[in-house]
């Protein structure tokens, strides 16, 4: 085991599945002479050249749609999105098309394509750059939506991604870039782990209630499980990782056994998918429930630049420890 | 304001007859071809304007759905595109792609299945008119959001190009497609990166009822690539020869120059948009010019006065071309509906040994 950084884990997992298979290739704005906006990509010009690592003209539908294309034919490009709210111009290319492929032409031809791209608030961005809007994709029969929140997780889903028949969106959380965690040591190799798509994960088994994140949001939850443990609460943390297909399986399981359920995720609430997580607690862990569940989501705004009206839109350490001891509380448990 | 001189149609509603419709390239004559060749094309014409014909009626008879766009009065600019490839090349084309599926190497009966949305057809009954794709064939489908072919048509000619490969992309899309994003998109990109690509714009003068005056600010399409550095040609694209001399030579062209090539035919759409379409838009001088430019009969009549063409052989072609089409039909009439047990097989390439295939309340899809 290693302590590395989830970029650190993105880049190497990247370039040893570079290495495996000569038809995985880069593409991108700025991922070559620039190194990538957020640094994955750095050293891959030199290591690779320009065949495999291309930087594209500012021109999403036209990379995202040429990257679609390539995979039909056989290629395995990994493209990065800048960031997932750049993806909107793309969109046509990404909904209409990458995930229809397979379906429309009965079988024939698949499209084996990864769109990296990281997203999320909290960095003072503004109302264009700090969107989740990952829901989008994860409505799409076809798409399959990734959002690790390990670097362990972000390593085996970028092998799993990478060697999947089917388009991903890899999503990425500009805030968990720098986060640090424990990494298998044969990670970046072609032995490491791969995740399986379409599973959960249990970040931290718990008996009192069930906590669901996913990127970011379940970072944050392994964190309110610490805090919380040391007043006696025992909280079972779910990751959702992947977000279509979606695993409800491992959701309801775990509302069965603590019998309530708080959801926290870091894009809007009305639509969104801790509504689609509701909804599926309701239908198969009805019998269970001894309370409502609670969501605890963005503030629905478009996201301010200033920093104060920023951190008390987004959810916090302190809005999801909150839900989950009201929660408790209408249980009968009274907690703090 | 607006340059004045450039001659812009007033509205939507009737489109001018007088059309500027320059043609441009050295055609072939039919005394330089084979007889045998001609014959063939003369056929190959036949069969994809009796398809056509065929397949608005089965429409009209409610035997297919959805949307229908035929390619009657393009049947010189597909025939032509189509010789011009080598059997390796792939096509990417839009939604009329009836006849460019046929061109590429599919067999008519499996295209009227598909038509018919049977499990025979191309794309087992789940892509119906505008869908067309057989990957031994090379045809890459037909695609149905004006311009969405383009980014992907310029990713297969990529694909090549990583590889080394000698394959020519050939893109097919309408004069409409040529305003929308993807179009300088792809066009930039291919010329940036060397792609062997050639996109060709059938230039029908109409997408759906908006005339390339209305809509284009260089109506001369093929000019259109100079942004790019993409040489262009435009071509009589009611001349099976001309078109394929020059589609050949572009096609050619991009295969040992390894750039993209842009390509412009001047076409005439005889009928509507689709099926549906009674063309109201169109003025009594514009659709009798359409009619009266009828690509089969011009051919036919030059033929014949070659001598290459009488009315025993004409017999003849016209017998097998009917017969096939009757096959066709037969086929596609007499093939089974795809089954519904198999309608989660096409979610994913790699399936998901966790996704939920329930639908609620429909006991045929309990797990
Ligand atoms: C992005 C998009 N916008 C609008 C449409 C609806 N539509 C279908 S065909 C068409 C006209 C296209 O004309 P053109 O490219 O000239 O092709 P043609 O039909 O003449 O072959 C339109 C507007 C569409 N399918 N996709």
């Known amino acids: 085991m290693s302590v590395i950084t989830y970029r650190q884990a993105l880049r190497e997992t990247i370039r040893a599945e570079m290495h495996r298979d000569e038809n995985v290739f880069l593409m991108g704005e700025e991922i070559g002479v620039f190194e990538g906006s957020y640094k994955i990509t750095e050293g891959m010009l030199t290591e690779f050249g320009e065949r495999r690592v291309r930087d594209t003209p500012i021109s999403e539908e036209g990379f995202v749609g040429s990257a679609i294309g390539s995979a039909m034919l056989g290629l395995r490009p990994i493209v990065e999105l800048m960031t997932i709210n750049f993806s909107l111009i793309a969109a046509d290319q990404i909904i209409n098309h990458a995930p229809k492929v ?21 960095q003072q961005l503004g109302a264009t750059h700090s969107q989740n809007i990952e829901l989008f994709y994860s409505f799409i029969p076809g798409m399959k939506v990734l959002a690790p929140s390990t670097p362990a997780e972000a390593a085996a889903m970028m092998r799993a991604a990478v060697r999947d028949d089917d388009p991903v969106l890899f999503l990425e959380n500009l805030g968990l870039y720098n986060s640090k965690g424990e990494v298998p040591d044969n990670y970046a190799d072609d032995s490491g782990p791969v995740a399986e798509i379409g599973r959960a994960g249990v970040l931290r088994e718990g008996s009192d209630i069930t906590l669901i994140g996913y990127s970011r949001m379940a970072a944050l939850a392994t964190q309110v499980a610490e805090e919380l443990a040391e007043q006696d609460i025992s909280v079972e943390v779910i990751d959702l990782r992947s977000l279509r297909p979606l695993d409800r399986e491992t959701i309801v399981n775990s509302v069965a056994k603590t019998g309530s359920a708080v959801i926290a995720e870091d894009d809007w609430l009305t639509y969104g998918i801790g509504a689609e997580i509701a909804a599926s607690i309701q239908e198969g862990a009805f019998d269970f429930l001894d309370a409502p569940v609670r969501r605890v989501a963005m503030a629905e705004v478009p996201l301010p630049y200033a920093k104060p009206l920023e951190t ?10 909150t839900a989950i001891k009201e929660t408790l509380n209408a249980v009968g448990r009274r907690v703090g | 304001m607006a340059d004045t001189a450039k001659p812009k149609s007033g509205s939507a509603a009737k489109n001018s007859g007088g059309r500027r419709r320059s043609r441009k390239g050295t055609p072939t004559a039919v005394a330089d071809e084979s007889p045998e060749v001609l014959r063939e094309y003369y056929r190959r014409m036949l069969l994809i304007r009796r398809f056509e014909e065929r397949t608005g009626q089965a429409y009209t008879q409610a035997r297919i759905g959805g949307y229908c766009h035929l390619n009657l009065g393009e049947e010189a600019t597909v025939v032509g595109l189509m010789t011009a490839l080598q059997e390796r090349d792939y096509l990417f084309a839009n939604y009329r792609d009836h006849g460019y599926a046929i061109e590429k190497g599919i067999e008519p009966r499996r295209v009227m299945a598909e038509l018919y949305g049977r499990s025979t057809g191309t794309s087992k009954g789940w892509g119906g008119s505008m869908h067309m794709y057989d990957t031994d064939a090379r045809m890459l489908g037909g695609w149905g959001i004006v311009g969405g072919q383009l980014p992907m048509a310029t990713g297969a000619a990529m694909a090549v190009s990583y590889r080394g490969g000698d394959e020519v992309v050939m893109c097919q899309m309408g004069d409409g497609t040529t305003n929308i994003g993807a179009w300088h998109e792809s066009l930039n990109i291919a010329s940036l990166w060397n792609l062997p690509i050639v996109y060709v714009v059938i230039n029908n003068y ?20 100079c942004a790019f550095r993409i040489e262009g040609e435009r071509v009589d694209g009611q001349d099976v020869l001309a078109v394929r001399d020059t589609a050949r030579n572009l096609v050619e062209r991009a295969r040992s120059e390894q ?26 001088e514009d659709a009798q010019e359409a009619r009266s430019n009828d690509p089969l009969a011009a051919f036919e009549s030059q033929l014949e006065e070659a001598g290459v063409l009488d009315e025993d052989r004409k017999k003849e072609i016209a017998d097998a071309v009917r017969q096939e089409v009757a096959d066709a039909a037969d086929f596609a009439e007499n093939s089974p509906h795809p089954d519904a047990s198999t309608l989660f097989d096409y979610t994913y390439a790699s399936p998901v040994a966790n996704e939920s295939t329930r639908m609620p309340a429909d006991p045929v899809f309990a797990d």
């Not at chain 2, 109409?206 to 690539?225: C, F, H, I, N, Q």
């Open chain 1, 102 to 122: 397979y379906g429309m032409f009965g079988g024939q031809t698949s499209v084996p394509m990864v769109i990296r791209t990281p997203g999320g608030g909290g």
């Open chain 1, 312 to 321: 008390a839109a987004l959810p916090s350490v302190e809005s999801v420890t």
């Open chain 2, 206 to 225: 109409l997408g759906m009822g908006t005339t390339v005056d209305m809509s284009s600010a260089e109506p001369d399409l093929y000019k259109r690539g």
């Open chain 2, 259 to 284: 750039r993209p090539f842009l390509m412009e035919t001047m076409s005439y759409r005889m009928k509507g948009h689709s099926v549906v379409d009674p063309a109201k838009y169109r003025s009594k």
